[in-house]
């Protein structure tokens, strides 16, 4: 049965048609009902169990050759029957609409934010999410038992020494302190994750964008002249800002910044809650103990921070009222971001 199989493989190979119709015969006589596969399929089951698996690989594979060579062979005779020719398409038919992959509105924010401190000269730098203590908390100004570190819960990996998912991208200012010369401007986007409840305001997980400057002389109106900057450029030319004292421990003195409701014009409200006003970030001059601790002379430097939330700033541009629309990936929602 052997030598049967190899013959009708060197009859297959060697086989030369010169027009299409031969081509059919020779599928008919191979592949057909009545044709030979099928009766070396029928001999088969005669064949000596010892000899099964040999025969059966044998048989299998020409029919596999026959298949693929009369194929190409139709292709080559030029007889490709499925195929209409183009004269017979139905011009009338409506088109179909191939939908088109948008960015998510958290990229579209991340990267105008980042371009926008590009044009001042800020370089992009990155860090770690998964975090040592000393890079999130102790070079950034929270001693070991200070109540600060209670203003961010954190998810802990490992107990000492402390690993942890980073609670803000404040990390990588300290990083880049450590490994840059001043004068160094850089902007910092990344994720940060908090143990929090998931609602409609919070998520466990988010995205921040933190900014720094340090070089001598940096003042705070030079601090305030950036955030009014980006305020305009974000927010467009008739935003207005106002800060607020407040407190972070690597950052002294600190604020927080708001900036005049895009959708009220600041008359007041649902959205910022008939105030005028919506909190868009935190910054401050940089502790000169945090310049120390990274490795920075605070007698000769100075500088100023400034971090703010990607989703929070996506959803006051957007009016977007519930944060865990930016993660669920709904195409019905994220189509809305096509032409942002
Ligand atoms: N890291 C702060 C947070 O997660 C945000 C922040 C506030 C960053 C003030 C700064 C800053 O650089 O100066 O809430």
Not at 168 to 180: D, G, K, L, V, Y
Request: hydrophobic share 40%.
């Amino acid at each position: 049965m052997i030598e049967k199989i190899n013959g009708l493989r060197r009859r297959i190979e060697e086989f030369v048609p010169t027009t299409a119709s031969e081509v059919e015969e020779l599928r008919i006589a191979v592949l057909g009902k009545n044709g030979e596969i099928n009766a070396l399929m029928e001999e088969f089951r005669t064949v000596a169990p010892e000899m099964k698996r040999e025969v059966g690989q044998a048989l299998n594979a020409v029919k596999t050759l026959a298949t693929e060579r009369i194929a190409e062979l139709k292709e080559s005779c030029g007889e490709n029957s499925k195929t209409p020719s183009p004269s017979a398409a139905d011009l009338t038919r409506p088109g179909t609409n191939d939908a088109l992959g948008s960015r998510h509105p958290v990229s579209v924010v991340m990267g105008e934010v980042c371009d926008i401190f590009a044009r001042l000269g800020y370089t992009i730098a990155d860090g770690p999410e998964i975090e040592d203590d000393w890079h999130v908390f102790t070079a950034l100004n929270f001693p070991p038992e200070h109540p600060a570190r209670d203003m961010q819960d954190t998810f802990f990996i490992e107990k000492n020494p402390d690993i942890l998912l980073r609670t803000h991208t404040s990390s990588i200012q300290a990083r880049a302190m450590q490994t840059q010369k001043p004068p160094i401007r850089v902007i910092c986007p990344g994720r940060v994750f908090r143990n929090e409840a998931i609602s409609a305001r919070s998520h466990c997980m988010f995205h921040q964008v933190e900014g720094l400057y340090v070089d001598k002389n940096v003042s705070f109106a030079d601090l305030k002249q950036s955030v009014l900057y980006f305020a305009k450029e974000f927010f467009g030319e008739r935003a207005a800002i106002r800060l607020r004292p407040s407190y972070f421990p690597f950052t002294e003195p600190s604020a927080e910044v708001d900036v005049s409701c895009q959708l009220c014009g600041g008359a007041g409200c649902n959205v910022c809650k008939h105030t005028g006003w919506l909190e868009i970030m935190g910054c401050g001059m940089v502790d000169p103990a945090v310049l120390d601790a990274c490795g920075i002379d605070s007698r000769e430097y100075s500088g100023f921070a400034f971090g703010m939330g990607i989703e929070r700033t996506a959803m006051l541009k957007y009016g977007i009222r519930d944060i865990r629309l930016l993660f669920e990936n709904d195409v019905r929602f994220l189509q809305q971001f096509e032409s942002a």
